[in-house]
């Protein structure tokens, strides 16, 4: 069941030098019962055309994501197709904050909204906007807190979007690749307990820190 594609192998968003060097996820599949291999394979195949965002939507809402993340080289997850099949779908996560209005508005509107802040402070639409304008936008989002922003709680906002975005990014293998996940647990499971006690399918991470301290 696993791809041979030696092209694919150890991949990881944006291409970057793997902190788990020789580590392949995809490796691990033979380990995994036939429906949960097929769910993580199917994460790799053709991204779904999408159904919930419109293409005006569709140029705020990919760089926003791709930003969120820092997703600024290929290959990239296709995150933006994740969250539309979800929305599309009405996949939540079964609630919503009071604040805000179920997810496929608040994912609307807000997509509206920092379209709108761009308009306001740079004269043209989040899609034309530079790199640092959009972060400048996005911080502006995170900053306000509690604070409204256009008639929403701000960090309603910011937990609706990163929530959605890294949900996606993490279910992707090429994300597990680069975190050094070996995936599903089922069947096989773990026998090695304890802080940096490994199993035989693990490998160490190249950066040799204590955990508290920032990662180069």
């Known amino acids: 069941m696993r791809p ?13 030098p793997p902190r788990f060097p020789g580590f392949d996820v995809l490796a691990q ?13 199917d994460r790799l195949s053709m991204p779904a055309d999408l159904r919930f965002f419109t293409l005006a939507e569709e140029a705020v809402a990919r760089p926003l994501v791709d930003a969120l993340l820092g997703q600024h080289e ?4 296709p995150v933006l197709e994740m969250i539309d099949t979800r929305l599309a779908e009405q996949q939540s996560d079964g609630w919503h904050y009071s604040e805000l209005p179920r997810d496929p508005t608040a994912w609307k509107r807000t997509v509206a909204a920092i379209d709108d802040d761009a308009h306001s402070r740079f004269g043209h639409g989040f ?7 959009r972060t400048d936008l996005i911080q502006s989002v ?22 959605y975005a890294c949900t996606a990014s993490y279910s992707h293998p090429w994300a ?5 996940f070996p995936g599903p647990a089922y069947p096989r ?15 160490r991470d190249r950066y040799s820190l204590d955990p508290n301290e920032e990662t180069p």
């Open 4 to 16: 041979k594609d030696p092209a694919v192998a150890g991949l990881t968003p944006g291409g970057h």
């Open 29 to 41: 599949i033979d380990h995994w019962d036939p429906v949960t291999a097929g769910v993580v394979l």
């Open 74 to 77: 290929e290959p990239r997850i």
């Open 127 to 133: 899609a034309e906007c530079g790199a640092e304008e």
């Open 142 to 163: 995170q900053d306000a807190g509690a604070q409204a922003w256009h008639d929403m709680r701000a960090d309603r906002v910011w937990s609706l979007w990163t929530r």
């Open 176 to 180: 597990w690749n680069e975190i050094g």
């Open 189 to 203: 499971g773990y026998k090695n307990r304890g802080i940096d006690r490994r199993e035989p399918f693990e490998v």
